[in-house]
């Protein structure tokens, strides 16, 4: 095993969960991001493994959503969160300050759907999609 792949065990080890292949797959050969992507022009920053554990202690997000886990965000208050309360796991955007899951914004139902649809959609602003408190 890589060292690569050490920190993202160690990262499911921490949060009990185990990533989706697509993610695991990113973060094994690209490892992060943090762009504009057009024609969108949103910023989205991806998190490299190395960073993962210490985002997520560090706005106590284990404590104030159960089952997340912050992978990115937007470079400002918005941070891309994994829902692992569902199977498969959608992907979310929390602000900085919510306090639950009532706040959460549906992005996308995998990894690879937001990477294909964020290019034309960047982030969405509106709940059309609900997760469940």
Same mark, same amino acid.
């Given at each position: 095993m890589? #060292?690569n792949?050490?920190?993202i065990?160690?990262?499911e080890r921490?949060?009990?969960?185990r990533?989706? =292949?697509?993610y695991r797959?990113?973060?094994?050969?690209?490892r992060? @991001?943090?762009?504009f992507v057009p024609?969108?022009?949103?910023?989205?920053m991806i998190n490299?493994?190395?960073?993962?554990?210490?985002?997520?202690?560090a706005g106590d997000?284990? =404590?104030?959503?159960p089952? #997340?886990a912050v992978?990115g965000?937007?470079? &400002?208050?918005? @941070?891309?969160?994994?829902?692992?309360?569902?199977?498969p796991?959608?992907?979310?955007?929390?602000d900085? #300050?919510?306090?639950?899951w009532s706040?959460?914004?549906?992005q996308a139902? #995998?990894?690879?759907?937001l990477l =294909?649809?964020?290019?034309?959609?960047?982030w969405?602003w509106?709940d &059309?999609?609900?997760?469940?408190?």
């Amino acid at each position: 095993m890589s #060292s690569n792949d050490d920190q993202i065990a160690q990262a499911e080890r921490r949060f009990g969960v185990r990533f989706p =292949e697509d993610y695991r797959h990113f973060l094994a050969h690209q490892r992060n @991001m943090a762009r504009f992507v057009p024609p969108a022009d949103d910023f989205l920053m991806i998190n490299a493994i190395a960073e993962l554990i210490e985002v997520n202690e560090a706005g106590d997000f284990q =404590e104030r959503f159960p089952g #997340s886990a912050v992978i990115g965000g937007d470079g &400002s208050r918005e @941070m891309l969160t994994y829902d692992f309360r569902q199977e498969p796991p959608p992907l979310v955007l929390l602000d900085v #300050s919510a306090q639950d899951w009532s706040s959460a914004i549906h992005q996308a139902t #995998s990894f690879s759907a937001l990477l =294909e649809q964020f290019p034309e959609t960047g982030w969405k602003w509106d709940d &059309s999609e609900p997760s469940p408190s």
